[in-house]
T-cell receptor
Framework: GENVEQHPSTLSVQEGDSAVIKCTYS??????FPWYKQELGKRPQLIID?????GEKKDQRIAVTLNKTAKHFSLHITETQPEDSAVYFC?????????FGAGTQVVVTP | SAVISQKPSRDICQRGTSLTIQCQVD?????MFWYRQQPGQSLTLIAT?????????ESGFVIDKFPISRPNLTFSTLTVSNMSPEDSSIYLC??????????????FGPGTRLTVL
């Protein structure tokens, strides 16, 4: 089955700097890659996603890139703000089922 | 997007008992899933709730322990049976495949925080 690895497990950034989280997947059949943000005590919220026929997608301060050949995808957050502090999960989907990475705790310090 | 609710939001239960968690969506959805999220951990898929047929369970999860119902396109239940402290976790339902969106996109309910003593 699918295996998703996510790095780093924790990331501390200064407000205004950029944050990058990287994930790799194992199943070449995976074709959909969402990113979720989970604040403490809250549900995971979909923040951006990308499909296998697209290499990059951007939404304001967040962007996701996908390298199908290398089987890795990344989340980029620019101009980080304190409200970006949360746990971020990547996931890979094949046949409608999501396999999640272990998560990255992002802390943005003022 | 769909409004997803879960009941109860939290519960404290005694070992050996069972708890049924409800997931309600305000619109018909194709796919409903149940996940477990242990404290400080990632999300693990328990099963896919299939409308009108038995749920499809992931490796490590069995129907006797986690029976699931899906009587229609807006509602599902997950029962955690014969609970032990190891079942203490957050249980989340998710929905997908609404309208013209892809069957892949999933949105999560608020979760049920279960503590087993």
């Amino acid at each position: 089955g699918e295996n998703v690895e996510q790095h780093p497990s924790t990331l501390s950034v200064q407000e205004g700097d950029s944050a990058v989280i990287k994930c790799t997947y194992s199943d070449s059949a995976s074709n959909y890659f969402p990113w979720y943000k989970q604040e403490l005590g809250k549900r995971p919220q979909l923040i951006i996603d990308i499909r296998s026929n697209v290499g990059e997608k951007k939404d304001q301060r967040i962007a996701v890139t996908l390298n199908k050949t290398a089987k890795h995808f990344s989340l980029h957050i620019t101009e980080t703000q304190p409200e970006d502090s949360a746990v971020y999960f990547c996931a890979a989907s094949s046949w409608g089922k999501l396999q999640f990475g272990a998560g990255t705790q992002v802390v943005v310090t003022p | 997007s769909a409004v997803i609710s879960q009941k109860p939001s939290r519960d404290i239960c005694q070992r050996g008992t069972s708890l049924t968690i409800q997931c309600q969506v305000d619109s018909q959805v194709t796919m409903m899933f149940w996940y477990r999220q242990q404290p400080g951990q990632s999300l693990t898929l328990i099963a896919t709730a299939n409308q009108g047929s038995e749920a499809t369970y992931e490796s490590g999860f069995v129907i006797d322990k986690f029976p699931i119902s899906r009587p229609n396109l807006t509602f599902s239940t997950l029962t955690v049976s014969n609970m032990s402290p190891e079942d203490s976790s957050i249980y989340l339902c998710s929905v997908g495949g609404r309208g013209t969106t892809s069957t892949d996109t999933q949105y999560f309910g608020p979760g049920t925080r279960l503590t087993v003593l």
